[in-house]
């Protein structure tokens, strides 16, 4: 059976990660600081094909201990910090988790000759544009998340350039959304409003995301470990971008209820690009991942938070 390292597997993409590895029939190990997750987040999967690890990718001692031990067939590496908010205000300690944690997974990858790694990138990448972004479009971060995941990108092709024998594939998220968020993005931030009333304080609300169900996400990643594809870099989102005001009127829609949306300035941001969204035609023709419709990744959220009956 081959085992596949898993680094932020408490995390909210991890965790459907780890339950679709284990699917497999193969040995998962979890790598993770719980600094978002926790370790009771993958209760519900413990067997004796699942190992939790508590460690900091910052360390490369540890790092390379778990590699060492593990010697895994593959590695997912999803640990990072992602909430814009926060990485723009602590841009140091993202460099450091972002880029020269991924720098430790790297060295220790190679030394230990793993075979397959994917790595999670962000739609953030590219230069804003009003149309759906391609895989080839030029990149252009607008943030410290996105440059800390473009460096990422490149700290891999040189890796490869330098003769390493793992063979790398890039996943360039857009915005994943779902059940068991660990961020105070928009969706939870809304969800925990709604328990609140009516009333809805939000920030910026016309620029448009790409909204990618959180399972579909963790089902692309699997496919792109055990897939052929080779120093690819490939989007995984739904292809289509909905403003706030969008996501508003269609959970009143689910919920029957009628809310009343207030701008809030402390959540409004001075910059934001007015639309990301994802060409997703390599997704659907490489990998066979046909994305969930909004209504049902906004139906298992609103459920997941008690805010439809389950």
């Known amino acids: 059976m081959r085992t596949i390292l898993v680094t932020g597997g408490a995390g909210f993409i991890g965790v459907p990660t780890v339950r679709r590895l284990l699917d497999t029939d193969g040995d998962v190990v979890v790598f993770d600081n719980f600094s978002l997750g926790s370790a009771e987040r993958l209760a519900p999967l413990r067997c004796s094909r699942l190992k939790v690890e508590k460690g900091d990718l910052r360390d490369p001692a540890a790092v390379a201990s778990i590699m060492d031990e593990v010697r895994p067939f593959g590695v ?3 640990a990072a910090l992602h909430f814009l908010p926060y990485c723009a205000d602590h841009a140091a300690e993202t460099v450091a988790v972002n880029v020269e944690g991924l720098q430790h997974v790297l060295d220790a990858a190679a030394r230990v000759r793993v075979e397959r790694l994917v790595f999670t990138s962000t739609g953030d990448v590219y230069v804003p544009a009003d149309e759906a972004h391609h895989e080839s479009d030029p990149t252009g971060p ?3 998340y996105g440059a800390s995941k473009l460096l990422g990108e490149w700290l891999i092709q040189l890796w490869r350039r330098a003769g390493s024998p793992t063979v790398p594939v890039i996943a360039r998220l857009f915005n994943v959304a779902g059940p068991g968020e660990t961020n105070p993005h928009l969706l939870p931030d809304i969800c925990r409003c709604l ?3 009516d ?4 920030g910026n609300r016309q620029p448009r ?3 990618i169900f959180v399972e579909d996400v963790a089902d692309a990643l699997v496919r792109l470990l055990y897939s052929d594809l080779a120093d690819a870099t490939m989007n995984i989102g739904s292809g289509r971008s909905w403003s706030a005001d969008d996501l508003v009127a269609r959970i009143a829609s689910l919920t029957r209820r009628t809310l009343v949306v207030e701008t809030d300035p402390l959540k409004t941001r001075t910059s934001d690009r007015p639309d990301l969204r994802a060409d997703v035609t390599m997704m659907r023709e490489l990998l066979g991942v046909v994305p969930t419709s909004l209504d049902e990744l906004l ?5 997941s938070e008690g805010l439809l009956p389950a």
Do not use: E, N, Q, W
């Open 209 to 211: 995301r790409d909204y």
């Open 142 to 144: 607008s943030s410290v």
């Open 299 to 303: 139906g298992a959220l609103l459920k």
């Open 199 to 202: 009333t809805l304080r939000l």
């Open 76 to 78: 997912v590496h999803l």
């Open 195 to 197: 328990k609140l009333g």
